[in-house]
């Protein structure tokens, strides 16, 4: 049985856990929602991946790619401090 597919759509949400810092505060929240949802350390990852022929870690790390994009296209971008719903696209209502 191939379980890609399932790896994908279990790995697809796994950068949502990072909206676990506005527990504490927005100003927490938002720096552990913009380290999840920024390119750096998935491109880290790929590059890595890539050099490295590990197939594994270039599948996890083009899911993460994937899910930021999916991310920036349906409004949601990186936070402010100001609150969850204010992120440098716009102001989500």
Do not use: C, E
């Amino acid at each position: 049985m191939d379980y890609s597919i399932l790896l994908f759509f279990l790995l697809l949400f796994v950068p949502d856990i990072t909206m676990v810092g506005y527990l504490l505060n927005s100003r927490t929240g938002s720096l552990v929602y913009n380290i999840g949802h920024s390119l750096i350390l998935p491109g880290i990852l790929l590059f890595i991946a890539y050099l490295g022929g590990l197939s594994l870690l270039l599948t996890v790390a083009l899911i993460w790619i994937a899910h930021i994009y999916l991310d920036r296209s349906l409004g949601f971008g990186l936070k402010y401090s100001k609150g969850f719903k204010v992120t440098h696209l716009q102001k989500i209502d």
